[in-house]
């Protein structure tokens, strides 16, 4: 079984700050994908990348793939209160079974 | 599109009771995913229907969970009895492809049933 370890598990800052999430394994994957879970709902797919070393931008947020497959980044530019959620990674192995980390509950407060 | 619908938003029950929960999935999607997610924790795959057809139950307690998706479109978790440590979200997903034939294939979420078992 993969195992997918997110750092750190909870981050707070203020807003306009930037902040780093991660997300590793031992473990080589065929995708990667970032999700976005708000209190009381369902996680919301932020992003999906495929090739090592990838590196994929939406707005103030960047998205990076390891050259090897077994983990990735996010990181968020001049963080704002909306940004404020639980960010989960989740990894396919080459049969297509997704699982989850844990995630990393991020807090902005502005 | 109308995204993927579940009920009740919350139950609380006692342990050794039945519940169920209900979904009813993005319409011409053919996969649909049953996750638990306890607290604290990413979620957890119960069950992965292609169609009507299982594809994946491996990690569904099957002494106590039961699901189905009779007619390839709507689809209910069934838990009995429950136990004190099934107090989680129970959140339901589908696709439109299998990501077995396609890794990029983005899951989409409800927003969950809560369950609380005292």
């Known amino acids: 079984t993969q195992l997918l370890e997110q750092s750190p598990q909870f981050l707070s800052i203020q807003e306009g700050e930037n902040l780093t999430v991660y997300c590793n394994s031992s473990?080589?994957?065929?995708?990667l994908q970032w999700y976005r879970q708000e209190p009381g709902e369902g996680p919301v797919l932020l992003v999906t990348v495929v090739t090592g070393g990838e590196v994929k931008k939406l707005k103030r947020l960047t998205f990076q793939f390891g050259d090897a497959r077994k983990d990735s980044s996010l990181h968020i530019t001049a963080a704002q209160p909306g940004d404020t959620g639980l960010y989960l990674c989740a990894g396919a192995n080459s049969w297509g079974k997704l699982q989850f980390g844990a995630g990393t509950q991020v807090v902005v407060t502005p | 599109e109308a995204g993927v619908a579940q009920s009740p938003r919350y139950k609380i029950i006692e342990k050794r009771q039945s519940v169920a929960f209900w979904c009813n999935p993005i319409?011409?999607?053919?996969?649909l995913y049953w996750y638990q997610q306890i607290l604290g924790q990413g979620p957890k795959l119960l069950i992965q229907?292609?169609?009507?057809?299982?594809?994946?139950d491996s990690q569904l307690p099957k002494d106590r969970f039961s699901a189905e998706r009779l007619k390839g479109v709507d689809s209910t978790l069934k838990i009995q009895p429950a136990k004190l440590e099934d107090s989680a979200v129970y959140l339901c997903a589908s696709s439109l492809e299998d990501t077995d034939s396609s890794y990029n294939s983005p899951l989409h979420f409800g927003n969950g049933t809560r369950l609380t078992v005292t």
């Open positions: 229907f292609q169609n009507n057809g299982v594809v994946d």
């Open positions: 319409s011409g999607h053919a996969t």
């Open positions: 473990s080589v994957f065929s995708s």
